[in-house]
């Protein structure tokens, strides 16, 4: 069944900006760290960025001050906000917990940055 749910992804132009959702289904994701990874053509899948349950935020490096993590514990669902968007960005995004128990790895949702 599915657990992982990924939407707004999309076609952006360089410099423009993109709001993800990721919502739980079946699981969820109160308590845990969860984080947003992403996979590029013919590239392995890498972390992005981390929520903690408290609100705690980390983020890679290359999206370090663009990129914005949030969570809405309620709604048992968790944004990446991408602002300043580029066209390295360009890959499907996933969300899933960060440290182990994965749950089954949603479809992602693609995004793409034109130059």
């Known amino acids: 069944q599915v657990q992982l749910v990924e939407s707004g992804g999309g076609l952006v132009q360089a410099g423009g900006s993109l709001r993800l959702s990721c919502a739980a289904s079946e699981v969820t994701f109160r308590g845990y760290v969860i984080g947003w990874y992403r996979q590029a053509p013919g590239k392995q899948r890498e972390w992005v960025a981390s929520i903690s349950a408290g609100g705690v935020t980390d983020y890679a490096d290359s999206v370090k001050g663009r990129f914005t993590i949030s969570r809405d514990n309620a709604k048992d669902t968790v944004y990446l906000q991408m602002n300043s968007l580029k066209p390295e960005d360009t890959a499907v995004y996933y969300c899933?917990?960060?440290?182990?128990?994965?749950?089954?790895w949603g479809q992602g949702t693609q995004v793409t940055v034109s130059s």
């Open positions: 899933n917990r960060k440290y182990g128990g994965y749950y089954r």
